[in-house]
């Protein structure tokens, strides 16, 4: 895990204490909240439906147990006992008092972290492939190049007014876990046919108003001229990038109104009259931070573990969980776990200071003390040896988190939606607790497969419902909760924005829709191995349309 | 009409009451009933935003059940009124408070 230096650690306390001098000048009445909003922005902290909220970065999702500790410890403290892990793997605290914000950065710095860059028309906090590092489909440790580009964009102050939020992804695998096609900048690290490793960049894809995949700008980038072309584009974009409207201020707003031909053209220009060398990572800084990434000192094991068999074979449960929540590593007789932070019926993604406890102690115990939050708002521990997967999961029944259901219909992705946030137009986590509970049946799931069901409260898209297999996105309908379904979105390497089913429903019709449309699915799909993804792109929305009337007309038109 | 905005301190949902003052009550509301009353209450908005004693203030339309206690119109401001409705541990409704208002 990359350590602090003594600049990162000054920066960070620096910054804490100007808050905290912020707030009192807030509090004491010198500012006015007009001028304290930006300033509380950019220390991550919103204001919500019923109280504050602080989004608390954790750069590309990796955690030791120390912080996960801590981040309990601090919602035991100063907020009500939980959090919740959010789409772009950060942890959101939701009651905090603003005269104890400041100690809560402090505590926060003490175990190197912070919440800069969660807000804030600024370069935010860059997510990476949950399983970095370990994927056996991997070309290289994606973490590397986010935290290069973590301390060349942190506080940049060419890029701290920029036109609008800026989201940067990478992955180093051939499956993308990190959902590169739909941020502003998306990140693919590759191997050209010499065999050279460097970047295939995307820029311009994005959800909310207006979904977009992002386009290939250039194929191939050395890796040592990462830095120098970032700064090209972003240059381009601060310059360029509307300002009038904030609706259309995103990058893919701009590479789609001038083409990206002509976008291409317009970057290629600023890099060539940038000074590169000047701008690009020392070698030797590059090589430090990478250092930080070593993997742990793995034992050599047998590929296959006697115990993990025969614990298998003799407890099913175990044996569900290990068919769903385990990903191949690529050392043998090692695992990553993915522990799902969904147990049927509770809202997805929020862990209470317990669990973080339990999770932190799992970390410590099994798995070099490190963890990985998702983007599907689980947690990963990403260094589990086969034989030890039975102990762990004994301890995740105790703690309440030994749900197997990842990448099942039950893993929904939700976004806090009206329960807790200001912009939302409809509630999505309840959504998501009657579907949940409907399919909860685990051998169902299993019978059902892989299938994303991604829920948003408002057309803003934090649950990324545009790239869930089937997304639900929740709309105000003269002052009715209504939800619209799509099909077919897909966040991986082909990616795709679902289409839309049909009109909108109530929330009362959604989980029997969900239920038809999935006995659609197991009706028409060529096989079991035919995933709900395939069977919509081989057939298309029609056979899927008649889920959304009610039966009685269903029954009728028969 | 009623106004209700965020407290400063802990960002809890205030209701604007009589004097001036805000309460956490409903109950408390100043209602604006006529066009002039709203207007008014606007103007106490205004005052309010540029004092900066509150965040967010606005104004919300509001009914009355049969008992004539107050309930906002719109699902947004129930949800406020009572607090998240995936946990009833939390907001006002822990507390008791407008347990009249239903979703």
Redesign the interface.
Known sequence: MYRYDEFDAAVVRDRVAQFREQVARRLDGSLTEEEFTPLRLMNGLYLQLHAYMLRIAVPYGTLNSRQLRQLAMIADRWDRGYGHFTTRQNLQLNWPKLADVPDILDALAEVEMHCIQTSGNCIRNVTADHFAGVAADEIEDPRPTAELIRQWSTLHPEFSFLPRKFKIAVTGAARDRAAVAVHDIGLRIVRNEAGEVGYRVLVGGGLGRTPMIGKVIRDFLPRTELLAFLEAIMRVYNLEGRRDNKYKARIKILVHEIGTDAFIARVEEEYAKLDGPGVNADPAEVARIAAYFAPPAYETLPAVSQGFEAAKARDPDFARFAATNLFPHKIPGYTAITVSVKPIGAPPGDASSDQMRALADLAERYSADELRITHVQNVVLPHVKLDDVHALWSALVEAGLETPNAGLITDIIACPGMDYCALATARSIPIAQAIATRFADAERQALIGELGIKISGCINACGHHHVGVIGILGLDKAGVENYQITLGGDPGEQAALGQRLGPGIDAEAVPEAIERIVDTYLEIRSGADEAFIDTVRRVGLDPFRPALQPRESILEAA | MIMSA?A??????VYYAPGGSWSPRLADAVVAATEAEAAALEVARAAA?AR?EV??PELSPVGTDEAGRLVP????ER??AL?????RD??PQARGEHAHVSL
């Open positions: 965020n400063l301190l802990d960002g809890a949902v935003e900066g965040v967010e119109s719109h699902y947004r949800i406020r607090g998240p409705t995936i946990r939390l907001g």
